[in-house]
């Protein structure tokens, strides 16, 4: 059947059975990969996206509950070459190692600081209780967060994009 | 602009990471990321059952599904040789199976289909008639009277006993126990668990029927080992294999072992001639692949009347589940457990060990270990701290008493390793200051009295990381060396490419600060490639901590290599003689005249451009490291707990962890690794457990019953530091990515123990769940 929604502010439809998973759709059918899978169970928060600003984890949504809905991915972030504040203070902190559940994270805590711009310690550990990081013991990913908050905030200054640009290239 | 930008990135800066910028974008390469054309998917049919005979299988309506194009079986295998494949440990394990299956989950029959749901869905369809055999589901059972034999495919294999090993001197410890003032015993059960990377393992394979090329893209933290073992087992000539091991989601000795599914996805490729993609989901990933520990251990610690540690006893049953298939060097079946004797100057110790086939799948990987040191780690600082609470003695004083002294290095332990340095006292001093200890104690006897439950637990590990060297650890033969490619470009920027193979720890920044410290290169400036068995250099890859210490060893050598060339190229520009020049990181200059300099990038011009005579172009090179030893990182960790008496809930109040890396490159990178092993040793301790019910059902097959820590139940870490560069690394510097989680189990098990110790409660094996605590506190009458 077919399915239309709002991907990162473009409208994307596509032709799918009504049991596609929410992430399959992203990372199958419209190849925005940066959403991850990690364990099937709604257990480890890796897939999560943005459903109406709204974090949900996509290996628990079918892409037909989507329809005519807004989703956010982890592509939809930065403002072309312009790190989103969340972004820069995952790298500017250190908050991730492999990388793979930095996505999730990134949508979970991106959406914390739109009702909550500036949480305790404790309002991100709970805010991400439902994201596994194997990699960084959270420390990092906590004062991630409080990072950008302070960006948003303007007490922090972003360094410019080409900083956390082409890696070794 | 970042502060990184100014910074050059040398040793011991903490630059930000350059390989943040894709995964921050959502562009990382993971493996289920790739897509190649004409790609077909695959998924596998495992056993229910933990041991059974297969009487018969049946593909037909299987085959007949939409979109399925093939079904695999073992006797396809079979006939294509390729039914069983070697193990690291020189076992054999079987890919499909043809005879029994010998665990629950192992692999049964593949289907390879045009898209992932219609593979998934065709499995259903496969009939496999199995007639069910008792299963043996612990060493006990296993050598028990009548116990079913698992491995009857094996000529001459008459029980479930692996293998035999020992270590030390047998004579010499039993005279010691013989005239001990008193001897500690401790039996402990660490665990199964299973190191749960969160991407899980997968490939694509992709042989090129016109070339005969065999592309396979592979989560490998080991490639070009793997594509040597691809070539044995195949039969195709290496050259036609290339492993391409791509951004990985992490790997924790998970990503170590060559799986079934890498093999009959290559074969399906083979006989298909299209690219097969087959990725585990997280069922299979943790009822198959490289489990960790299930080691039963006893030791009996002798000591004498002024508590002075005399002798080591150690016995250990280890369950190595169907195969044994255990990642470690090849002379050693235990791997390097022999390092129990741990900090502590014992003057004799004799270790025994026992391995047995079980009915649970095979794989003993290093879970963020080097080959089974954890589990030593964990049995002396357990054995040392119940040994402390019985003779009365402080935990952290008794320690002391017995380290391996500073001026005793590089010292030979009672088992023969030769710690390359330590300054144990040190790092104990350090830990307990930043606790508070002294006062703490008075806290926890003043809280006693009130009839809290609280305690603090110390461990203080030595670890070994870092083999080889080659002509004593190797993996299959191939020596345990590695290597690094160093191309510096006329620009004066590089490439630096190497045998080992990031899983998040951030290679592409700590490498290219090496060469930015010893070639005066920014690390900016230089890119670092792992992972394609084509272009980088062979190696043996990541895991065991040996990156640093042997590749970033190698690293540090190819810099220096081509420093000498520049040296030459600089001379030749400045028309100076080589031995007037001074190196100043980043540039020559005249001895005596600092203005008359060349800077390395204009001597990288000038060996493409303006050479002297007879000099060969170009300024690469590329080096092959053998450590002369292995490095000897440590540290000690204090941990205090309060204990629920109702509900028997552990609450971690403070986990302060000092560790000894030697020199440390990017301090940033380092603490990141700490954070990261403390966080999956809580686990260890609390939370993750692989257990089995006696039908061989694995329990723990899924994120919702394998506990693994997230940020709730995560400690806060207070994190210090020593440094004691080891003398034979180039750089001094050790190793750190799996020191949390070797030396943090002992010290979160050790708090509880000694807030239960006024109880007299000596052991609750891990994880230490509230359930256990609750019964042992209520097995010694305490109640709320």
Redesign the interface.
């Known amino acids: 059947m077919k399915v239309t929604m709002t991907v990162n502010g473009a409208e994307r439809s596509a032709d799918v ?1 009504p ?2 998973l929410l992430v ?1 759709f992203l ?2 059918n419209l ?11 709604t ?2 928060g ?1 897939c999560t996206v943005q459903l109406d600003g709204e974090p949900v984890k996509s290996c628990t949504v079918l892409a037909v509950q989507a329809e005519g809905r807004e989703v956010k ?3 939809g ?2 403002n072309g070459a312009a ?1 989103a504040p969340i ?1 820069v203070g ?3 902190e ?1 908050g ?8 999730g994270m ?1 949508m979970v805590t991106s959406a914390l600081l739109e009702r909550n711009p500036n949480p305790t310690d404790d309002e ?3 805010a ?15 004062k991630a967060v409080k990072h950008a908050a302070q960006m948003q905030a303007g007490a922090a200054k972003a ?2 994009h ?8 | ?5 100014h910074m050059h990135g040398g040793i011991g800066e903490s630059i ?13 390469n ?1 493996l ?2 790739f ?1 190649l054309p004409n790609m077909i998917h695959m998924a596998i049919l495992r056993s229910p059952y933990a041991h059974a005979r297969i009487k018969s299988i049946d593909t037909k309506e299987a085959s007949a599904k939409p979109g399925v194009i093939a079904v695999v079986t073992g006797d396809l295998m079979a006939q294509h040789k390729l039914a069983w494949m070697p193990t690291l440990s020189g076992d054999t394990q079987a890919v499909l199976a043809t005879d029994k299956v010998r665990f629950q989950g192992q692999e049964v029959a593949a289907v390879i289909a045009e898209t ?2 219609q593979a998934e869905d065709a499995l259903a369809s496969i009939e496999v008639d199995y007639e069910v055999l008792p299963a043996v589901t612990s060493p006990d059972k296993a050598k028990a009277e009548g116990a079913a034999l698992i491995r009857d495919d094996k000529d001459g294999q008459k029980d479930n006993h692996i293998y035999h090993w020992e270590s030390g001197n047998q004579a010499t410890t039993q005279a010691a126990f013989a005239k001990a003032h008193k001897v500690v015993r401790l039996h402990t059960f660490y665990p199964r668990c299973h190191p ?5 393992c997968g490939c694509i394979a992709d042989v090129n029927g016109a070339t005969g090329k065999a592309t396979i893209y592979m989560t490998s933290q080991a490639p070009h080992a793997i594509r040597t073992v691809f070539a044995l087992v195949t039969g195709l000539p290496e050259q036609n294999i290339r492993i391409i091991s791509p ?4 790997g ?1 000795g998970n990503k170590v072992p060559v799986y079934p599914g890498y093999v009959v996805a290559t074969a399906a490729s083979l006989l298909l001639g299209r690219p097969v993609k087959w990725i585990e ?3 299979e990933n943790l009822i198959s692949t490289g489990f960790a520990r299930d080691f039963h251990m006893t030791g009996d610690l002798a000591v004498d009347e002024n508590g002075k540690m005399l002798a080591l006893r150690v016995h250990l049953d280890s369950d190595n589940g169907a195969f044994f298939a255990d990642a470690q060097p090849s002379k050693f079946k235990a791997g390097l457990f022999h390092i129990v004797t741990g900090s502590y100057d014992i003057p004799t110790a004799h270790v025994t060990a026992d391995g047995y086939y079980t009915n649970k799948a095979p794989g003993g990987v290093a879970y963020r270990c080097s080959f089974r040191v954890t589990e030593a780690s964990y049995l002396i600082e357990r054995l040392v701290t119940n040994a402390a609470l019985e003779l009365g003695i402080d935990q952290a004083e008794f320690r002391k008493q017995n380290f391996i002294q500073p001026e005793q290095f590089p010292y030979t332990s009672a088992t023969g390793w030769v710690y390359d340095s330590g300054d144990y006292p040190k790092a104990m001093d350090v830990a307990l200051s930043q606790l508070g200890y002294a006062e703490l104690k008075k806290d926890v006897e003043v809280r006693r009295k009130k009839g809290e439950v609280t305690g603090i637990g110390i461990a203080s590990f030595t670890e070994v990381v870092g083999a080889g060297h080659g002509a004593e650890f190797d993996i299959l033969g191939l020596r345990m060396f590695d290597s690094a490619e160093l191309r510096v470009h006329p620009t004066g920027k590089a ?1 630096l490419r190497m045998g080992t193979k990031s ?4 290679h ?1 920044t700590t490498f ?1 600060q090496i060469v930015a410290e010893e070639l005066g290169i920014p690390a900016q400036d ?4 792992e992972g394609d068995t084509d272009t980088a250099p062979y190696g043996l890859g990541t895991y065991a901590s040996r990156s640093t210490p042997v590749a970033g060893a190698a690293t540090a050598m190819v810099s220096r290599q081509l420093r000498e060339k520049a040296r030459k190229l600089a001379a030749h520009l400045l028309e100076a003689a080589e031995e007037d020049l001074v190196w100043e990181r980043g540039k020559f200059y005249v001895k005596g005249s600092p203005e008359r300099s060349k800077t390395i990038q204009e001597a990288a011009f000038a060996a493409y451009t303006n050479l002297p005579e007879g000099m060969q172009a170009g300024l690469e090179g590329v080096y092959y490291y053998d450590p002369p030893n292995m490095t000897y990182p440590f540290g000690t960790y204090a941990v205090v707990v309060d204990v629920d008496k109702g509900t028997g809930q552990v609450k971690v109040k403070r986990m302060v962890a000092v560790d000894d890396c030697g020199v440390r490159i990017n301090p ?2 380092v603490e ?2 700490i ?6 040793g809580y686990g260890i301790a609390f939370m993750q457990l692989i257990t089995f019910d006696d039908e061989g059902n694995c329990i723990g097959s ?3 019953d394998y506990l ?1 820590p ?3 139940e ?1 400690p ?2 207070e994190l210090g530091e020593t440094s004691t560069p080891s003398p034979h690394h180039p750089l001094g510097a050790k190793g750190v990515g799996e020191s949390p989680t070797v030396g943090s189990p002992a010290a979160y098990v050790n708090a509880v123990i000694d807030a239960l110790s006024p109880y007299g409660i000596t052991n609750i094996d891990m994880p230490v769940t509230s359930d256990k605590v609750w019964a042992a506190l209520r097995s010694k009458g305490v109640t709320e």
């Open positions: 059975e049991r596609v399959d990372r199958s190849l925005l990969t940066g959403t991850h899978i990690g364990c099937d169970t257990s480890c890796a991915t982890v592509e972030l930065a790190l972004q995952f790298h500017e250190h991730l190692q492999c990388g793979f559940c930095t996505p990134m991100i550990r709970w991400i209780s439902g994201n596994i990081c194997r990699c960084t013991g959270y420390m990092n990913i906590v360094p410019e080409a900083a956390v640009g082409g890696g070794g290239e | 602009m970042s502060s990184t930008m930000k990471r350059k390989e943040d910028g894709r995964f921050l974008r959502g562009k990382g993971y289920d990321d897509v992932k749901y749960a990377p969160l991407e899980t951004d990985l989601g992490g924790f989901d997280r069922n490439i899983q998040g720890q951030g592409e290219a230089v890119a670092v490639e940033m990178i990141g690794q954070h990261g092993g403390l966080a999956e899924n994120f919702m693994i997230g940020s709730w995560t806060k870490f």
